[in-house]
Nanobody
Framework: QVQLLESGGGSVQTGGSLTLSCAAS????????MAWFRQAPGKDREGVAN???????YYADSVRGRFTIYQDNAKNTLSLEMNNLKPEDSDMYYC?????????????????WGQGTQVTVSS
């Protein structure tokens, strides 16, 4: 069983930075792909960035060049460094994991989810 716990959300002004963290437990094979999603009330969950066991990363067009996903395997931690934040980045951010190295942005393929951390960017 994998458990995911996000932290690091908060409120910043436009152009500011935040780093989200996701503490993971359970077998590494159960989280061969890990990702960050975000969701606003009443909207679909949107993929932000993912990383697989080989270290391959992928970003949504809206965040590429501003966000960086990385993981510390020794600490079982997934992180998302967010720079040059914009008001449209305001959402609840979720950490997700699946037991296959093949990553996509389809939320239904992920086996495990955290409870989310709120990011608010004011103009």
């Amino acid at each position: 069983q994998v458990q995911l716990l996000e932290s690091g959300g908060g409120s910043v002004q436009t152009g500011g930075s935040l780093t989200l963290s996701c503490a993971a437990s359970g077998s590494p094979n159960s989280r061969a792909c890990m990702a960050w999603f975000r969701q606003a009330p009443g909207k679909d969950r949107e993929g932000v960035a993912n990383i697989n066991a080989h270290g391959t990363t992928y970003y949504a067009d809206s965040v590429r060049g501003r966000f960086t996903i990385y993981q510390d395997n020794a600490k079982n931690t997934l992180s998302l460094e967010m720079n040059n934040l914009k008001p449209e980045d305001s959402d609840m951010y979720y950490c997700a994991a699946r037991n296959s190295w093949y990553c996509t942005f389809a939320p239904q393929i992920y086996n495990y989810w955290g409870q989310g951390t709120q990011v608010t960017v004011s103009s």
